[in-house]
């Protein structure tokens, strides 16, 4: 088993299968112009399967897909096969552009979710922030999943005088479709930006929610990165991810694995393990990972204020979201 040393077990493995992605969504990729991994840099389908048998022997009960983008590597299908075979609950993390391509394998992997980044239900602003005009793929993409049977989740980045004025248009979907929506704070990583003022907090999403609509909160797990909530009559729910505003630290039972290789026991941790350049060496990695999660710290990477009015985003030592995993 997996335990840091605050005690806390890690059950839930994220893998990013790439850096790479076909939107340039400005919080997570620097520029336009981003220099990709190369190929050989990048986990191949079976070093992603026999490293992640060695973390589920270990206890990891839950895989995420990420990337980037997981579903632009050209060998997704065949990563997607193996995993499938592993006794864990499989999910995954995409913009949605080419679930239309892959629905038969994400069909046969037998997901237990997808989730799908969504900021705005505005065309022209889903341009804005993508760099992309493929709103309407995206849109389509999404009612193929829903009339699938496949539970599918909305993530929404909020920031304020970006798309918070749209909270109320992406709460109404959950009256008609079976979706949950994810509202998530605005997070520093290298390269997007991030100014303390641009933070919608959870309490003020839930401020604008409670003005047209009665709420009531879900009781949720120890493990839980979001507040869920639900509104009577509706068929779906929404919940926030309340990273800045109230961290949620003290049951987390996540780690990631990005796409070159390298373990981060928390998004905001200043250290990696490679992890890939031992496994192609021959060496034994499971003590690296132990290492690791042992040295975990207890909240924000150890690197990140509490109070998120007080971070400065540029003493951050991190990576870009998307060389991370989302």
Known sequence: MLFDKFGRQHTYLRISLTDNCNLRCFYCMPEEEYAFAAQAKLMQPDEILAIAKTFVSQGITKIRLTGGEPFVRKDAALILAGLATLPVELTCTTNGVRVDALLPVIKAANFSSINISLDTLNTEKFHKITGRNLFDRVWSNIGLLLESGITCKLNVVVMKGLNDNEIIDFVALTEKWPLEVRFIEFMPFSGNKWTNNQVFTLREI???IQKSYTIHEQVGSIHDTAKHFHIAGHRGSFAVISTMSEPFCAGCNRIRLTADGKLKNCLFSTHETDLLTAYR???PILPLIQA????????????????FTQIDADKLQNRSMITIGG
């Open 281 to 283: 060496q021959g060496q």
């Open 292 to 307: 690791n999660i042992e040295a975990k710290a207890f909240a924000l990477g150890g690197q990140l204020a509490t109070d």
């Open 206 to 208: 839930k401020d604008v």
